[in-house]
RNA sequence: GGCCCCAUCGUCUAGAGGCCUAGGACACCACCCUCUCAAGGUGGAGGCACGGGUUCGAAUCCCGUUGGGGCUACCA
């Protein structure tokens, strides 16, 4: 794809919903090619209609496209403040026959099917030469015989009888244009030369084609259909039904690079099998032309792995940049004054190789700051009451932990030394100290967490322990 | 129903007629490491939808079947 010409292509979202990870992986292809072209990437939102299209969710297209780092160099444009350009393209259509006005109703055209027992509109005003006007539509000619074929850069040649495709309309009766006129005119207008979308418009390519060539002379733009992302059902992506919202992966705590590096391998891969891409590879290797036909299910475990991989690839002060909006949130179950600071830059390592999602970090450190400390009362009696060994190792390492010195390897030998008064290996010991001071049986390392917790805390937090112990006996 | 697209482990994929006894990754299982949990390491199970061709030879090409999907609006 290295041409003379210059490569111009689009993203072009309607605003009716979420912005979801297919429409993500739709730009990031898009942005591809036109960056490793030294192309042009424009954004146009796609809101002719306007019972639909609602300014909030323009708003998260741009946010999320933004947190991305998928950048464009034209737009956003809006189709509903283009109407000017359509109408003039209506007019020019009017007046050279492609396009005729029709007044049927929805449930003329459906009666008049259901009794032909052939789908379609079947063309009724196509020779009653109505005045255009309003309620009016405006219908499509197209051709009764030949075929239009469809280029297409993933597909290869897709052909389509012309009278297998009805008169379809491109204007309403209020005047408005519909998506396959705008679409036409804007793509003839900003001069694109790919046009890179999901599958689903595959069937309405060949009306845009005809609208083309209608509209003059002017040379079509390249075509590539992505396959679509499906769920587990293998239902294509909807916003609706499926929870896929690139805004919640934000809020979950996915890395944007992960995000993008997962959706690049979502159709498409490097034939030698490497999986970790960064974003200059990617411009680099990426090929429309290589691109899968068939639909991916977007599978959050996978993304899963990907996003585990970059925060283990963070490093550590960026690993905390990206932490503080998951720990300072007003979702976090303590006080802005109960937070300190330098307790978690000390444990965030540790905190940093055991994660999925930045979201999981507040689980991990709510037993420094969180107050009143609450432990489970199943989590508690399994851990500390099953036998009588648990209180008894509580007893003894509270008495060792008041004057040891309060470091990670003096701790642990205590620990170990008390588990061989009772014949524990120091996982068993461990258990009932975790619990006590860390509210959990499973966690960030013990010895390291005691330490920045501190003495006084962890006495307190055992001697408290001991005492529900005892009293609940 | 009509038009169109698609078909390699459960999932994402490598594979452009011999490099395929089909490779990798996620998930799963086992083991190792280990203060818990992870992470990491090693190993394992698991697939060319089916049937016909073409060819000396087919996961790869052709046809059909089956299965899945998309579209079928005065939505995009």
């Given at each position: 794809m290295t041409t003379t010409t210059n490569v111009r292509v689009r993203f072009a979202p309607s605003p009716t919903g979420f912005f979801h990870v297919g429409g993500a992986r739709t730009a990031l292809y898009n942005w591809l090619v036109a960056r490793q072209n030294n192309g042009s990437f424009l954004l146009r939102i796609e809101d002719t209609d306007r019972d639909r299209s609602e300014d909030q969710w323009t708003e998260g297209i741009v946010n999320a496209l933004s947190w991305l780092g998928i950048?464009?160099?034209?737009?956003?444009?809006?189709?509903?403040?283009?109407h000017a350009l359509y109408n003039d393209a209506i007019t020019r259509l009017i007046a050279n026959g492609h396009v005729y006005a029709c007044n049927c109703t929805r449930e003329e055209i459906d009666a008049r099917i259901k009794a032909r027992?052939?789908?379609?509109?079947?063309?009724?005003?196509?020779?009653?030469?109505l005045e255009p006007g309003p309620g009016k539509a405006l219908r499509f000619r197209v051709p009764d015989s030949g075929t239009t074929t469809v280029h297409d850069l993933v597909r290869g040649d897709v052909e389509f009888a012309?009278?297998?495709?009805?008169?379809?309309?491109?204007?309403?009766?209020?005047g408005d244009p519909l998506y396959v006129l705008a679409v036409v005119v804007d793509d003839i207008d900003m001069a694109i030369t790919h046009v890179i979308r999901?599958?689903?418009?595959l069937p309405t390519t060949p009306k845009a084609i005809l609208i083309w060539h209608a509209l003059g002379d002017i040379p079509l733009p390249a075509f590539a259909h992505l396959p679509v992302l499906v769920n587990e059902k293998r239902q294509k992506l909807s916003k609706r039904r499926d929870r896929v919202a690139v805004e919640d992966y934000r809020d979950l705590g996915y890395l944007p690079e992960a995000i993008i590096n997962y959706l690049c391998l979502l159709g498409w891969a490097p034939n030698?099998?490497?999986?970790?891409?960064t974003v200059e590879e990617m411009i680099l290797e990426f090929r429309l032309e290589e691109v899968n036909k068939s639909p991916a299910f977007f599978d959050e475990k996978r993304l899963d792995h990907f996003n585990g991989l970059y925060i283990r690839a963070l490093a550590a002060d960026e690993f905390v940049r990206r932490a503080m909006p998951f720990i300072s949130?007003?979702?976090?179950?303590?006080?802005k004054n109960q937070f300190d600071q330098e307790q978690f830059f000390a444990l965030a390592p540790l905190i940093q190789e055991r994660i999925?999602?930045?979201?999981?970090i507040p689980n991990y450190i709510?037993?420094?700051?969180?107050?009143p400390y609450v432990i489970e009362e199943a989590v508690f009696e399994k851990a500390i009451?099953?036998?009588?060994?648990g209180v008894e190792i509580l007893r003894a390492a509270r008495s060792a932990f008041a004057?040891?010195?309060?470091d990670h390897e003096p701790l642990k030998d205590i620990l170990i030394s008390i588990g061989e008064q009772f014949d524990k290996k120091l996982s068993k010991t461990q258990a009932p100290i975790r619990v006590a001071t860390?509210?959990?049986?499973?966690?960030?390392?013990?010895f390291e967490s005691l330490v920045v917790l501190g003495r006084s805390k962890v006495l307190a937090r055992i001697d408290d322990a001991i005492l529900i112990a005892e009293r609940s006996r």
């Amino acid at each position: 794809m290295t041409t003379t010409t210059n490569v111009r292509v689009r993203f072009a979202p309607s605003p009716t919903g979420f912005f979801h990870v297919g429409g993500a992986r739709t730009a990031l292809y898009n942005w591809l090619v036109a960056r490793q072209n030294n192309g042009s990437f424009l954004l146009r939102i796609e809101d002719t209609d306007r019972d639909r299209s609602e300014d909030q969710w323009t708003e998260g297209i741009v946010n999320a496209l933004s947190w991305l780092g998928i950048t464009w160099d034209e737009g956003p444009f809006h189709q509903s403040e283009r109407h000017a350009l359509y109408n003039d393209a209506i007019t020019r259509l009017i007046a050279n026959g492609h396009v005729y006005a029709c007044n049927c109703t929805r449930e003329e055209i459906d009666a008049r099917i259901k009794a032909r027992q052939t789908p379609g509109y079947d063309g009724f005003c196509r020779d009653r030469n109505l005045e255009p006007g309003p309620g009016k539509a405006l219908r499509f000619r197209v051709p009764d015989s030949g075929t239009t074929t469809v280029h297409d850069l993933v597909r290869g040649d897709v052909e389509f009888a012309n009278s297998t495709i009805e008169d379809f309309v491109i204007v309403k009766s209020n005047g408005d244009p519909l998506y396959v006129l705008a679409v036409v005119v804007d793509d003839i207008d900003m001069a694109i030369t790919h046009v890179i979308r999901a599958e689903e418009h595959l069937p309405t390519t060949p009306k845009a084609i005809l609208i083309w060539h209608a509209l003059g002379d002017i040379p079509l733009p390249a075509f590539a259909h992505l396959p679509v992302l499906v769920n587990e059902k293998r239902q294509k992506l909807s916003k609706r039904r499926d929870r896929v919202a690139v805004e919640d992966y934000r809020d979950l705590g996915y890395l944007p690079e992960a995000i993008i590096n997962y959706l690049c391998l979502l159709g498409w891969a490097p034939n030698d099998g490497r999986e970790l891409l960064t974003v200059e590879e990617m411009i680099l290797e990426f090929r429309l032309e290589e691109v899968n036909k068939s639909p991916a299910f977007f599978d959050e475990k996978r993304l899963d792995h990907f996003n585990g991989l970059y925060i283990r690839a963070l490093a550590a002060d960026e690993f905390v940049r990206r932490a503080m909006p998951f720990i300072s949130n007003d979702q976090v179950p303590w006080t802005k004054n109960q937070f300190d600071q330098e307790q978690f830059f000390a444990l965030a390592p540790l905190i940093q190789e055991r994660i999925t999602t930045l979201g999981e970090i507040p689980n991990y450190i709510k037993f420094l700051f969180s107050d009143p400390y609450v432990i489970e009362e199943a989590v508690f009696e399994k851990a500390i009451l099953k036998d009588e060994t648990g209180v008894e190792i509580l007893r003894a390492a509270r008495s060792a932990f008041a004057d040891a010195a309060f470091d990670h390897e003096p701790l642990k030998d205590i620990l170990i030394s008390i588990g061989e008064q009772f014949d524990k290996k120091l996982s068993k010991t461990q258990a009932p100290i975790r619990v006590a001071t860390m509210g959990s049986p499973v966690g960030l390392p013990l010895f390291e967490s005691l330490v920045v917790l501190g003495r006084s805390k962890v006495l307190a937090r055992i001697d408290d322990a001991i005492l529900i112990a005892e009293r609940s006996r």
